[in-house]
């Protein structure tokens, strides 16, 4: 087959309907997905660091099924068999502005599911770093759990935990290429629909693999940019103002 190019700049350059929905679709969902993740992560998490042998145990566990099962299979697990064994059915979601479907629906659970299972570690990791003594400091002068982890730990676990995150992301948008196999139309599944139409299958793929490049270059350079904001001449002073901060008992006056 020749490679058309007319046919491969008209799509890069004028993508249809079809593409730019499934390009929404797949930023959406990797946004929504990573920070759902990320949230249920963080408490993952402080089950892992919990002095409660069950929290522990049983965020250990589900580290270890997300982490030791593959991807591709949880999503088929969480929208077909558990609609097979009649334990829950993703119907569509009326939101007024727009219609959630539910294949999506359950995408986004299985990709945010499988996220906090991995930021698990990376914010347990950033959450170790810090040293104990500044947390035995706080306790001392009578700071809460809540406030402690909310000015004192997560603002200095950040340098730890934005980049393996901007990682994470980064594989997100990608992973979203996965949901085709429940028919949510994203970038890869409305590459498929055209190709069918069409039967320019190598120029149409080498357009979505141009998309998905465009996509994670562009978020490496916003990745880098926040990576810089929180480099370890930010993280020093803010460790600076912390400490001075503890000694001087003025918690409520911190930023």
Not at 86 to 103: E, K, R, S, T
Not at 189 to 194: C, D, N, R
Request: glycine share 8%.
């Amino acid at each position: 087959m020749i490679f058309n190019w007319s046919v491969f700049f008209h799509y890069l350059l004028e993508p249809s309907r079809i593409y730019l929905h499934g390009l929404w679709l797949t930023l959406s969902i990797s946004v929504v997905s990573q920070f759902i993740g990320t949230s249920l992560g963080l408490f993952v998490a402080l089950g892992r660091l919990s002095r409660l042998r069950v929290l522990q145990w049983l965020a250990g566990f589900y580290v270890w099924v997300m982490r030791g099962t593959p991807l591709l299979v949880q999503i088929v697990f969480i929208y077909t068999a558990l609609a097979a064994a009649n334990v829950i059915h993703f119907h569509d979601i009326d939101l007024g502005f727009l219609v959630l479907p539910g294949n999506v629906q359950a995408g986004i659970i299985a990709l945010s599911l499988n996220e906090a299972a991995y930021m698990c570690e990376i914010i347990r990791a950033g959450i170790n770093s810090i040293d104990r003594g500044q947390t035995e400091a706080a306790k001392s002068l009578g700071m809460t759990p809540g406030l402690l982890l909310r000015r004192i730990i997560l603002p200095q676990a950040a340098r730890v935990i934005i980049p393996p995150l901007g990682n994470n992301f980064n594989s997100m948008l990608k992973s979203t290429t996965l949901l085709s196999v429940i028919g949510v139309p994203e970038l890869l599944l409305a590459t498929q629909m055209v190709t069918s139409a069409t039967f320019r299958v190598f120029e149409l793929y080498s357009v979505v693999a141009l998309y998905y490049l465009s996509l994670t270059t562009l978020w490496g350079f916003l990745q880098h940019l926040i990576e810089e904001r929180y480099s370890t001449p930010f993280t020093e002073t803010r460790s600076k103002l912390v400490r001075r901060s503890l000694l001087a008992g003025r918690f409520g006056g911190m930023p």
